[in-house]
């Protein structure tokens, strides 16, 4: 990737000496877009911004005693902010409704600490989650500045656009929305102006076509080597998005670089084949250098609950290197051996909770995945490692997720299913999982 070995860099990220080992590492890699340190790869936004290339997601953070669901841990999150903001991150994207609600407050407290020209804060008109009024998301709007400590927010998303043309007229048109938001705009308090996309090409298509009445600063897609030609579910792929968008020259950031962790605990026959190709490469680190190869790329979202993570994605952007036409080709095939594993396309990315059944789903979707990639699964009776799988099967399922909030304990309400960005049909997908679980108790043959 560089003539800096990537072991070296992280064990420098860990050592006072990291500003310098940066240095040194920049004049390796001929660093032009790199930061004054030699730290961080950057873009250069619509508006002049220099934005790390490594941006940092605020969906979930650090609980305590690393527990689902537990409160977050305020020193550790802390912690990780500072070191990000210490190694040229300053990209920072929050919602009112990640983490319970909490997330935009949250960071207010971590950055405020901070002199606010270090990092440019994202946050998002989040009301899908909510009643399509004008006084609604006004509020919204008003609560996020005061949330986040700040006079003005450096890049605004209407959120979660796609699910229909007639919902977007709703929530952001009809109501007067989208012109309070320009005149924000105009005045300073909102310095880009944007949204995310999950959904529906003719709504991707039609926001896209009001780009030259409202100018769009950038547009945050879902992006990754397997969604470049395999979205699935309502999700488009990347490949169309990115050259729409990127014809217009509309920057672009990107989130779901891992597919929820899907690309970063690939199956085993995966990981073989990139750890052969690179033995010092982590298996997260193709997914991030391919997620920042193309140009128009301004950031990349990585949700860092572990100090570990955080160190290894600065160390993919500090030695940063696109990947080659032949690493392309090598993804791609990667991909579509991906495509052939039936995992549920869960990105855990949390809106379909919370469950008023109190079903744990992505809890129990990532419990099944794991074992799916892992090639764990027991299928049958006759197979000689049956016993020992059905019993890791089952107690990793109680381990992972309290009895009491599994599968068995779903009635298919459907109140989930408009709420996942991925289409997956939950309560199908659940009862299956229940009964797959049923016969392994039962001891039943598949």
Known sequence: MSNIDRRSFLKAL???GAAAAGAQLATAAGGDSKDAAGQMEMRTSSTGDR???????CMRMPTVGGVRGAEVDMDAQMRLIDYALEHGVNYFDTAPVYTGGKSEGIMGQCLSRHSRDRYFIATKMSNAWG???????????????????????DYYLLHAVGSSIESFNERFLDNGLLEFLLKEREEGRIRNLGWSFHGKK?????????????HWD?????????????????NVNSSYLY???????IPMTVMEPLRGGALANVPE???????????QASIASWAFRYAGSQPKILSVLSGMTYMEHLQDNIATYSIFVPCTQEELEFLERIAIEMTEFPLIECTACNYCMPCKYGIDIPGIFMH????????????????????????????????????????SHCIGCGDCIPKCPQTINIPSRLHQIDLFTEKLKQNKEF
């Open 14 to 16: 860990g050592l006072a």
């Open 51 to 57: 934005v790390s290339l490594l941006g940092y997601g």
């Open 131 to 153: 009643d399509s009024s004008f006084d609604f998301a006004h509020k919204m709007y008003l609560n996020s500045r005061e949330q986040l400590k700040t006079d003005y927010i």
């Open 202 to 214: 003719e709504v991707f298509d039609y926001v896209v076509s009001l780009h030259e009445k409202y």
């Open 218 to 234: 950038f547009a945050q897609i879902q992006h990754n080597y397997l969604d470049w030609n395999h979205a699935s579910g309502r």
């Open 243 to 249: 050259e729409e968008l990127a014809s217009r020259d």
């Open 269 to 279: 026959s995966v990981s073989a084949k990139m750890l052969a190709r690179n033995p």
């Open 368 to 407: 099944y995945n794991k074992c799916i990639r892992e090639d764990l699964m027991p299928m049958s009776s006759g197979d000689k490692n049956y016993r020992k799988l059905r019993r890791a099967f089952l107690v990793g399922m109680d381990r992972s997720v309290n009895p009491l909030h599994q599968a």
